[in-house]
């Protein structure tokens, strides 16, 4: 931690106070808003000092300033409040970091160690699905099998899934408690509903393996309510049924249209829910959007907790790049995982499978993954990932961040402060998209291309020599594909 300012008379101590207040401070955030937001946009803060009334925080650039200020102003000021209540206002400033400079130890460590315990084990190569050690096998016929690899352990969290996640624990720990009965997961294909779901069903049977837990698709749970009618033993699926402890339907839109199977389901989860026990499910869409179910069917899902998984960001695509290499034992370059993340955004699924074709690769041919050899593998899967960010997005962005009118982007202006982010903006383009130098510079008010190529290297040069210009274009970057 740098101190960049005697605190005018303060003693020593004094100031070693304010460090452990800042030391509390930054470890209330990271709580709050998640490792991967903190490590973002908080973790370069500096704490300069009090000045009067007004607690001040350095950042490296503008565009971190800006973003912490708006997002995390009044948190600031909120927590220094409590901790100094002379506090009235926080301000945020840009001074680039000191040479050398890290941010505090405690960050590190937490940098250092992207794995959660047991991440390493469950994530190994495929073993047959269960019995796991204490021999749970979720008795009854009911239950699919489990993937082993599915637990709350090799779960990366982030931003866009941390309050499903968080959901899920809760239940885990305590199912049926009232407001999370049901659970009520939902989000877009391969981002994790299935996984949290098995992680639940694990960590509630590796807990109380008495307890009967039954997770099964949707698909499943209608194929069997249709056995049960045509062998007319439909007193015997419901009773069994209903001796689950816990329920677990997954991809519940399938149920939509099947009038027959949904009647039957709505009133195997009355009985369930009355009875206390704990009913989790799985949609592609929150309760209100599932045109096709019984309204009434629609209305109870949506009577406990519901929880969406948003789409992923780079910074958890990336995390969750990391853990899954690591584990893999493979080692796989930064800067490959950092196109992987940049290029398949998608889902996680589509990401996992990318990472383990080139670690399939490297394995087979005894070659060490390198951004060339992963261009190779992948090139099929990356030209369908071409990103679609358009040059009009890329200049309004532009525009917006650096304060200039998006008109400016095509004047003949060649003042400093203009050019500048149309040089920024041509980079983008350049890096972004798939458009040849010359269609980008037609973009720009009919520059040449070699107005481009110039703006392109020069960016490229400042970028190199001037960190915090090179963060301030890569997080813009971010912003304009996620
Ligand atoms: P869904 O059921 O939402 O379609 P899945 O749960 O099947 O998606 O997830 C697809 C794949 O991505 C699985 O292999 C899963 O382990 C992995 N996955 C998804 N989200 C995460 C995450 N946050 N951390 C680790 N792996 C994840
Ligand atoms: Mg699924």
Redesign the pocket.
């Known amino acids: 931690m740098v101190m960049e300012k005697q605190l005018g008379s303060d003693t020593a101590r004094s100031a070693a106070s304010l460090q452990e207040s800042w030391a509390r401070i930054r470890g209330r955030l990271r709580e709050e808003v998640g490792e991967v937001e903190y490590r973002t946009w908080l973790r370069q803060m500096t704490l300069v000092g009090i000045e009067g009334d007004e607690v001040v925080v350095n950042l490296p650039t503008r565009f971190l300033r800006d973003w912490v200020r708006s997002h995390y102003g009044d948190r600031l000021r909120a927590l220094w409040q409590h901790e100094a209540p002379a506090v009235r206002r926080a301000d945020v400033r840009v001074a680039p970091q000191p040479r050398g400079a890290t941010p505090a130890a405690e960050d590190d460590a937490a940098v250092a160690t992207p794995l959660q315990p047991g991440l390493a084990e469950s994530l190994a190569p495929r073993t047959p699905p269960a019995p796991r050690a204490n021999g749970v096998d979720l008795r009854g016929e009911w239950s699919a099998p489990l993937d082993p690899?599915?637990t709350f352990e090799?779960?990366?969290v982030g931003k866009p899934?941390e309050f499903a996640y968080a959901c899920a624990r809760r239940v885990a720990e305590k199912p049926a408690s009232p407001g999370f009965n049901p659970l009520f997961l939902y989000?877009g294909?391969?981002?994790?509903?299935?996984?949290l779901m098995h992680a639940v069903a694990w960590a509630i049977s590796d807990g109380e393996p008495a307890r009967n837990v039954a997770y099964m698709s949707a698909e499943k749970f209608m194929y069997r309510f249709i056995s049960a009618l045509r062998s007319q033993s439909t007193m015997e699926f419901k009773e069994s049924l209903r001796s689950v402890d816990v329920l677990m339907v997954d991809d519940l839109q399938f149920l939509i249209g099947k009038d027959n199977t949904q009647e039957e389901f709505f009133h195997t989860f009355n009985a369930l829910i009355d009875a206390g026990k704990q009913i989790i499910i799985s949609a592609d869409k929150s309760p209100s959007d599932l045109n096709g179910l019984e309204d009434r069917l629609r209305t109870r899902l949506g009577c406990g907790m519901v929880a969406d998984i948003h789409a992923t960001t780079y910074e958890l695509r990336l995390s969750?790049l990391q853990a899954k290499a690591a584990a893999a034992g493979v080692p796989v370059p930064k800067t490959v995982l950092e196109f992987l993340a940049h290029k398949i955004t998608s889902n996680?699924?589509e990401l996992?499978g990318a990472l383990n074709r080139l670690i399939a690769h490297a394995n087979l041919f005894g070659r060490a993954v390198t951004p060339d050899s992963a261009q190779e593998v992948l090139h099929d899967l990356l030209r369908a990932h071409d990103r679609r960010v358009t040059i009009e997005e890329i200049q309004r962005k532009v525009a917006e961040h650096y304060n200039i009118r998006l008109t400016d982007m095509s004047s003949a202006r060649r003042a400093r402060n203009v050019a500048r982010p149309r040089q920024v903006a041509m980079y983008l383009a350049k890096q972004l998209t798939s458009r040849s130098l010359p269609e980008i510079g037609r973009r720009f008010g009919n520059r040449d291309h070699t107005t481009v190529m110039h703006a392109v290297s020069r960016i490229s040069e400042l970028m190199q020599a001037d960190s915090a210009f090179a963060e301030d274009v890569e997080l813009l970057r971010r912003m304009l594909e996620t």
């Open positions: 690899r599915f090799s779960f990366v899934n989000g294909v391969g981002l994790g509903k299935t996984h969750i996680v699924r996992e």
